[in-house]
């Protein structure tokens, strides 16, 4: 996510959050308290596979082309910054998030982002 942001020239914070306080159009039917985990020395060992472009490159010309090719429709149910102020807003009450947006441990669940520096990607 934040490879994403900086590539869009995107400035703002990612905040992780426990499940319980994560906003209902974040959460996602997935167990992440296990990692996902690719392993691809077989594709470049057997077919001498190389990135043609750097992964930094890539992310560019991707959200060049997000950017000139937007969606036609657009779920409004999937975008509530309202619900993700009040997240961060509890997750501060506990003293899980210190002013500015820098989290401290806590327990962490999915991720969410930050709206209090809501800017767009596009």
Request: aromatic share 6%; glycine share 6%; with cysteine.
């Amino acid at each position: 996510m934040r490879s994403i942001g900086r590539a869009a020239g995107w400035n703002g914070e990612v905040v992780s959050l426990p499940r319980d306080i994560l906003p209902k159009h974040l959460a996602e039917d997935y167990d992440y308290r296990h990692d996902l985990a690719a392993n691809t020395s077989r594709i470049r060992e057997e077919l001498s596979y190389a990135e043609p472009i750097s992964r930094e490159e890539a992310l560019r010309q991707t959200i060049a082309w997000e950017r000139n090719n937007p969606p036609k429709n657009i779920d409004p149910e999937k975008f509530d910054y309202a619900a993700e102020d009040a997240a961060l807003m509890r997750l501060e009450s506990k003293g899980c998030l210190r002013r500015g947006g820098r989290p401290v441990r806590c327990r962490s669940g999915a991720l969410v982002r930050a709206a209090a520096s809501a800017q767009t990607l596009g």
